[in-house]
Structure formats: structure tokens, C-alpha cells
């Protein structure tokens, strides 16, 4: 039997990247959904198992199963089921979703977050990663991202290289983003700190 975890959670709090995530779009595209069988499902973090939980699909809903304890208290099995629900596509198939088993609830959603008991990020009042950061962190991210995908080396304040095998109408497209990116977060520095744009520049 799959044991999840003892309740604890990411690093953040209040937010969805607190949460282990079961997403019903990835269990679609790995066709686990198809099985009429027990399977065994893990989430890694830095390449090490985390934890764990298992499955059993059935006709229109999976049976979840895990151990689960609260701190300082002892482990509890649990078992119940999700009931899921499929939606056409416009260009054809069908899209999978949970209806989320909180009390009370019942949803449409595409994922499920980590608790006691998985349920929807409205059950657990959470807020998206992003919804917590300001302008300024906003940028950065979007900076960052974008550095991470022209080969993620050197500072905020290095010029971005084009990867190999990358077109170079993709890479312009992505330096303009960037630029626009680290206008806004240096905009938000500078007005956080009391200064000029130009001081914050001057920083960098």
C-alpha cells in the first residue's frame, strides 16, 4: 500500500507548491487511467522518492490508497474514492477530470493537492506561486525562466546567448521578452528602494 507521507509539504506555505500534486491530465497522457488494476503512484524531488500513494482505476472514478499521519500521531490508512468525469475535445477525444472528493465540494478540476485527504486548491484555500509574488518577483521569474531556457548560465544582468539548435526568430522573440522582463524587475527594485532607475542600473 502506497504511503504518501507523514503531512509534510514543501518549503512555501499557503500555496499550490506547497502540495504534492496529483494531476489528472499526466495520469491521461501516461494512460494509467485505461488499467483496471492496482499501480503504484510516486513523486520524486532532487531524484530521491518522496512519496507515494496507490491507485486502482475503475469504470468512472480511482480508488486512492496511502498512509497518512499527523504530526506526533500515528499513521492512518486511507482509502476512498474520486469520481472523474470526461469532456469532448473540440478536435476530438476526450479530457479527464476529478470531480474533488472534499466534503461538500465536487469540482471539476484537473488537480488535486495533498492533505489528509487530496482535494481541490478551493477546499485547501490555497493560492497559485504566483499570485503571492509582486510585480517585481513576477519579472524575475519570468527572467529566469527564460535565461533557464537559453541555457540558464550567469546573472540577471549577463546577455542572454542563443543555445544551439534554438532558431534565431525563437531567440530574438525570447531577448525582447527578457529585456522587457528585467525593465520591469529593475523598475520595482528601484521603486521599492526609494531610488531612481538610473541608481538601480548603477548597482547592477
Request: aromatic share 12%; hydrophobic share 30%.
Amino acid at each position: 500500500m502506497g504511503g504518501w507521507g507523514s503531512g509534510k509539504r514543501w518549503d512555501s506555505k499557503s500555496t499550490t507548491d506547497s502540495y504534492i500534486q496529483l494531476d489528472a491530465r499526466r495520469l491521461q497522457r501516461e494512460r494509467v487511467l485505461d488499467r483496471r488494476y492496482s499501480f503504484n503512484w510516486q513523486w520524486s524531488r532532487d531524484g530521491e522518492v518522496v512519496s507515494n500513494i496507490d491507485i486502482r482505476p475503475e469504470q468512472d472514478r480511482i480508488i486512492l490508497t496511502y498512509r497518512h499521519r499527523r504530526s506526533g500521531q500515528e499513521w492512518e490508512r486511507r482509502e476512498y474514492p474520486v469520481r472523474l468525469e470526461r469532456t469532448a475535445c473540440h478536435y476530438g477525444g476526450e479530457r479527464v477530470w476529478f470531480l474533488c472528493p472534499g466534503l461538500g465540494c465536487g469540482k471539476r478540476v484537473a488537480i488535486l493537492y495533498g492533505g489528509e485527504v487530496f482535494a481541490c486548491r478551493h477546499c485547501y484555500c490555497l493560492a497559485y506561486a504566483s499570485q503571492r509574488e509582486s510585480h517585481g518577483d513576477r519579472a524575475d521569474s519570468r527572467a529566469w525562466a527564460i535565461r533557464k531556457r537559453c541555457g540558464g548560465w550567469g546573472s540577471l544582468f549577463d546577455p542572454l546567448l542563443r543555445p544551439k539548435g534554438m532558431h534565431n526568430r525563437t531567440f530574438r522573440q525570447l531577448e525582447r521578452s527578457y529585456t522587457v522582463a528585467i525593465g520591469c524587475s529593475e523598475a520595482a527594485f528601484a521603486k521599492r528602494m526609494g531610488m531612481s532607475i538610473e541608481d538601480a542600473l548603477n548597482l547592477g
